[in-house]
């Protein structure tokens, strides 16, 4: 007796049609900081932004704090939107 063979999902390739979307021409993307500082995930958020095809797609960013990244991402004519967290004194 054997086992019955189980197809790969990870393996195996699905063509699907493409997504009818229609955003007006870009597409937008946010990405999403914890921190608004200097570190590698903000390096790495200000590349992608930065060649990012402004013709195809509409960069935007959210941190959670302020700071030098943040600064550097407006620079280049990102949105960034900062969302501080409420201080507990006041919660």
Known sequence: M???????PCV???IRPPIPVDFG?????????STGSTGGAQEHV???AAGMDRSR??????SFTDGAAVK?????????????EADDGAA
């Not at 021409?25 to 900081?33: D, F």
């Not at 797609?57 to 959210?62: D, F, G, I």
């Not at 550097?72 to 501080?84: E, K, L, M």
Request: hydrophobic share 45%; proline share 10%; no cysteine.
């Open 2 to 8: 054997t086992a019955p063979t189980l197809a790969e």
């Open 12 to 14: 195996e390739t699905t």
């Open 25 to 33: 021409g870009r597409i937008p993307v946010v990405q999403l900081l």
């Open 46 to 48: 200000y590349s992608l």
């Open 57 to 62: 797609y509409e960069p935007s960013v959210v």
């Open 72 to 84: 550097r991402i407006r620079a280049i004519g990102v949105p960034v939107t900062v969302i501080s």
